[in-house]
């Protein structure tokens, strides 16, 4: 009985390993677990965006929604956007020229522009989607400390990026805005509504995800 209690000592080790991966597999911050096959993703820089940035966000999605993520071609900046008044970008047009490119493939798109994002009925906005074509697009612009004549912090703007890129993507599931000012989907009005939420879905919407990605699996 001792004999064979060490004999499966390694074992039970073994199997404790492959029990720790495998809760991995399902953290918290992972979005959507559970998929047959890994949906794909691309993200598309807009203008030059640093490839620092781009892979930071290449990496943690495919860590948070579970899928494999590819960085598209550059196109050049939306300037078939621009408002000269307002001097900003209207966001819709930008998503409606995503769309028309056809990139067949993949499963959501999300652009990465560094220029101030307007929609006609607010100011400004971080980003933007259109959940029938699921597309998606977020500007850089606000998210560095820069902007607010702060002190650079590379890893908050980092940080932003990912918080506005889950929030939008979260918008392709069908996720509306939630009321909740921890959770990802919750509408930022200024950027510290954005530090003050985070990246993390509230347990209300993560149900919400869980059962849009059922729907999406049957489609
Ligand atoms: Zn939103
Ligand atoms: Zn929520």
Same mark, same amino acid.
């Given at each position: ?11 039970? *080790? ?49 860590? $948070? ?56 009925? $607010? ?37 932003? *990026? ?31 509504? *954005? ?22 699996? $049957?489609?």
């Amino acid at each position: 009985m001792i004999s064979s209690l060490k004999c499966n000592c390694k074992l039970a *080790t073994y199997i404790t390993l492959i029990l720790l991966t495998a809760n991995n597999v399902f953290t918290r911050t992972n979005y959507a677990a559970n998929t047959d096959m890994k949906k794909i993703f691309c993200i598309i820089p807009m203008g030059h965006i640093d490839n620092d940035i781009l892979q930071h966000t290449q990496m943690e999605l495919e860590k $948070r929604f579970n899928v494999a993520v590819e960085i598209g071609r550059q196109l050049e900046e939306p300037t078939y956007a621009y408002h000269k008044h307002k001097k900003q970008y209207h966001s819709t047009r930008i998503l409606k020229k995503i769309h028309n490119l056809r990139l067949a493939g993949y499963d959501r798109i999300l652009a990465l522009v560094d220029v101030d994002l307007y929609i006609p009925e $607010r100011t400004f906005v971080f980003g933007g989607a259109d959940v029938n074509k699921k597309v998606s697009v977020i500007s850089l612009t606000r998210l560095r400390q820069e902007f607010y004549a702060l002190p650079d912090d590379p890893a908050l703007f980092k940080y932003r *990026t990912i918080i506005e890129a889950v929030h939008e993507l979260g918008h392709t599931y069908g996720l509306y805005h939630c009321k909740n000012n921890k959770c990802v989907m919750f509408l930022s009005n200024t950027i510290g509504d *954005t530090d003050h939420k985070g990246a993390e879905l509230c347990s209300n919407c993560e149900k919400i995800m869980e059962r849009k990605k059922d729907i999406l699996k $049957r489609e």
